[in-house]
């Protein structure tokens, strides 16, 4: 019972309006400020297709990461098998499969070194998202890598 709540209330905050989680931008991978509104239909579909070519080269990515068996996909530990957990994992493994390649990061860690403002900036967001699953404090990786056999596909709107 517990396990529902805590699913339906992390559905509703993700929904919430931008203005109702404190006035903070929403942003695409942890990285890209999200437009809500614009005046011009065109430029929103834009955005839009823009988003999706996004979030669509990050799940190419992890799907790359996965079946390489990429170190740094070790440190998210397993992925949950609840609907709430799974999403939250995957979001934050777009996430930095998106970072990684933004910034060249080769490296057995997730987010490397970050070494510029804009880059402490995303690295920030990004450990925001993945607080839950591990500690960037530490490089060794915790757990083994989940082999779900469910595509990984992009964050559920």
């Known amino acids: 019972m517990a396990a529902v709540l805590h699913g339906r209330l992390a559905r509703v905050i993700d929904n919430l309006p931008t203005q109702a ?10 990285m890209y400020a999200e437009v809500i509104k614009s005046t011009s239909p065109g430029m929103e579909q834009a955005l839009a297709e823009r988003k999706a070519a996004l979030e669509s080269r990050a799940a190419e990515l992890l799907r790359r990461a996965v079946a390489n068996h990429d170190p740094w996909l070790a440190t998210l530990g397993r992925r949950p098998t609840d609907w ?20 060249e990061v080769t490296g057995d860690g997730p987010l490397g070194n970050p070494t510029n403002v804009s880059r ?38």
């Open 21 to 30: 989680r404190r006035d903070q931008p929403n942003y695409i991978l942890g």
């Open 84 to 103: 709430s957990g799974a999403t939250r994992w995957t979001r934050a493994a777009l996430s930095i499969a998106a970072y990684r390649e933004r910034y």
């Open 120 to 157: 402490r900036r995303d690295a920030a967001r990004i450990r925001s998202l993945t607080d839950a699953f591990w500690d960037l404090s530490t490089s060794a990786p915790t757990t083994g890598v989940h082999q779900s056999t469910a595509p990984i596909t992009g964050p559920s709107p």
